[in-house]
């Protein structure tokens, strides 16, 4: 016997449906789910969902508990249309903390015909817990060599790689398209490319993906000169940029950009906008020159100084080491000496600095205080060291790369080691970041030479 809830169900989705086709049209196709869906931010009692329609519509999701979604709830989304090229973004609240959800996206009202995708929120707020993240940069120049199967093969190879080492949410910190312009068509046609890929739509709809940018997918690169905050079109990029994601937030009211903090349990993410604000990296250090912007900086020192999380992550698309190239923190080191100072002097513990952008991945101990770790190429060419490694204790630079935080704070001091996963191999590096460690009191032997960095 068919339930009554059912039975009210399915009467209500066929009228919704017969109503849709009349707006339709005779002929005309209902909108369906072009791309996505894609998590973004998961909370303890929120998440975002990315979705691409065919055709302008209503987008919504019908969420629960339940696998069959009995007792799901729909929520309705916003107006999908040309504006937004049919994207938006579907947020979920109400939610119960680390609790599994199954979900599916509905147009108009109908739901996807697919099996429902799941997710599971994060835990209360200031819990203490065990989670493992990737973080990945430079995903791949795929739209460039279109006519190369090889550039096809590797993007997919790199998401398939990541698909199979379990994590809780991904990290992408920047050129996760290379557009090399402001151009609103350029830059939603590469994200379509990467988002039709098989791999990369599948995790992407059960593993959350936060984003920020760097050169490449901001304006033009940096060999174009053009990838600070002197960028023409920058505005451009920026609501590209958000179109395309389901971050919790961008920048402030008051002050532009991509940066955005989230916590999970008792660790903090703050990840930064090192190009909307930025000064030229050639311009004098005066006093003024910058990387995040007045607004942004004092944001950050502000969201430090209150933050009670065991680890904060400071996330950045350009290296923060000394020994990176003139495209990176190197050329700022008054604002980011005075930020390592800030930290000192107020006994902030539990620092540890993200970064992508140098198409290798490597670990450095800054200033022998804070230790970096740089993840890249995902899925495009190698770059070689420019730099004496004087600040590196680790080299992988060939091949592509993702890297993964394993952190544990039920335990104290909290463990966390870091896994480099090298695509086609598997992990190749395992290795505990200890709290002595994280804040300085023990120094990691570095490199003299390069050759002593890679084993």
């Known amino acids: 016997m068919i339930r009554r809830f059912a039975v009210k169900t399915l009467l209500t989705l066929l009228l919704v449906f017969s109503l849709t086709q009349g707006k339709a049209g ?49 929520v309705s989304g916003p107006d999908l249309n040309a504006e937004t090229d049919n994207m938006g973004v579907i947020r979920l609240t109400g939610l119960k903390p680390a609790t599994k959800y199954f979900y599916k996206t509905t147009m108009n009202g109908i739901p996807d015909a697919g099996s429902p995708h799941a997710f599971i929120t994060a835990p209360s707020g200031g819990a203490k817990g065990h989670f493992r993240f990737a973080m990945i940069s ?78 490449w997918d901001y304006a033009g690169g940096t060999a174009l000169g053009d990838s600070d905050g002197t960028a023409s079109g920058k505005q451009r990029s920026l609501r590209t940029f958000k179109q395309h994601w389901a971050n919790p937030s961008y920048g402030q009211p008051s002050d532009p950009g991509v940066y955005f903090k989230f916590s999970r349990g008792d660790v903090d993410f703050f990840m930064l906008d090192v190009r909307y604000h930025r000064s030229p ?61 800030f930290i000192r002097d107020n006994g902030i513990e539990g620092v540890v600095l993200l970064s992508g952008d140098r198409h290798i991945t490597a670990g450095y101990q800054v200033q ?66 200890s709290w002595q460690v994280i804040n300085g009191a023990v120094r990691i032997p570095t490199c003299d030479i390069f050759v002593d960095c890679r084993n």
């Open 281 to 341: 990296n050639v311009s004098d250090d005066d006093g003024q020159k910058t990387m995040l912007g007045r607004a942004q900086l004092a944001w950050l020192k502000q969201e430090l100084v209150g933050s009670d999380a065991t680890l904060k992550f400071l996330v950045s698309g350009s290296q923060w080491t000394n020994s990176g190239k003139p495209d990176s923190w190197r050329s700022f080191t008054r604002e980011r000496n005075g930020l390592f100072d």
């Open 26 to 74: 005779a002929g005309e196709a209902p909108p369906i789910v072009e791309l996505g869906p894609m998590l973004g931010y998961v909370g303890p009692e929120e998440a975002h969902i990315w979705i691409k329609a065919s055709a302008p519509a209503s987008g919504g999701v019908i969420v629960g508990e339940g696998a069959d979604l009995h007792k799901g709830r729909a």
């Open 368 to 433: 022998q205080r804070f230790v970096e770790i740089t993840s890249s190429p995902f899925a495009s060419e190698n770059h070689p060291p420019p730099y004496p490694p004087k600040e590196m204790f680790m080299l992988h630079d060939k091949g592509n790369f993702f890297v993964v935080l394993d952190v544990d704070t039920r335990i104290r001091p909290p463990h966390v080691f870091f896994e480099v996963h090298r695509v086609g191999k598997g992990m190749v590096r395992r290795q505990q970041l």
């Open 138 to 215: 430079c995903i791949g120049e795929l739209e460039r060599y279109l006519h190369l199967p090889r550039a096809k093969a590797s993007v997919t190879a790199a998401w398939r790689a990541l698909a199979k080492v379990p994590v809780d949410f991904v990290l992408q910190l920047g050129d996760n398209i290379y557009a090399g312009t402001t151009d609103t068509g350029v830059q939603r046609r590469m994200y379509d490319w990467h988002r039709r890929l098989p791999p990369y739509r599948r995790l992407m709809a059960a593993t959350p993906m936060l984003a920020i940018w760097d050169d």
